[in-house]
């Protein structure tokens, strides 16, 4: 959260926890959204579980409408956070997350791409989106610092 604070250009969305439960935060607009369905205070809509997690639909569909829109922006940086389990099923992010990449690869979208992956699925994630030229970063950033 302290990393991107003084970027400029960037776009995309990180999912941190505040109080106990996973919010999104929007890079550019820098506004939380519910995201992890709070078992006291379950809004009436849609969910999406995968473990022990449970998270709102709504906040998926805006991640994908983030995404969409820093294609068209242009961004300088994307952030995807995070990559996971749902999207390789083609649920959770998807089908932006693989939209992203593949402009990516096709050189239709210029900016920097980051994707937040557990180590544990680093190999399938590369694998799954055909991902060839790549660089590994662990915990510290320094992209465009």
Do not use: C
């Not at 205070?41 to 995404?67: K, P």
């Not at 937040?116 to 610092?145: C, M, P, T, W």
């Amino acid at each position: 959260m302290q990393w991107p604070a003084d970027k400029e250009h960037i776009s995309g969305f990180l999912s941190p926890d505040v109080n106990g439960l996973r919010m999104l935060y929007d890079l550019k607009t820098r506004v939380y959204f519910p995201f992890q369905v709070d078992p006291l205070n379950i809004l009436a809509e849609e969910i999406v579980t995968i473990g022990r997690f449970t998270f709102y639909q709504s906040a998926f569909d805006l991640g994908r409408r983030i995404l969409a829109s820093a294609l068209e922006e242009q961004s300088r940086l994307l952030v995807i956070d995070e990559v996971g389990p749902l999207e390789l099923q083609g649920r959770g992010f998807e089908p932006m997350v693989g939209e992203v990449v593949r402009a990516q690869q096709a050189q239709q979208f210029k900016g920097d791409l980051l994707l937040v992956v557990r180590d544990g699925l680093l190999e399938e994630v590369i694998k799954h989106y055909r991902i060839a030229r790549y660089q590994f970063l662990e915990k510290e950033l320094n992209i465009g610092s």
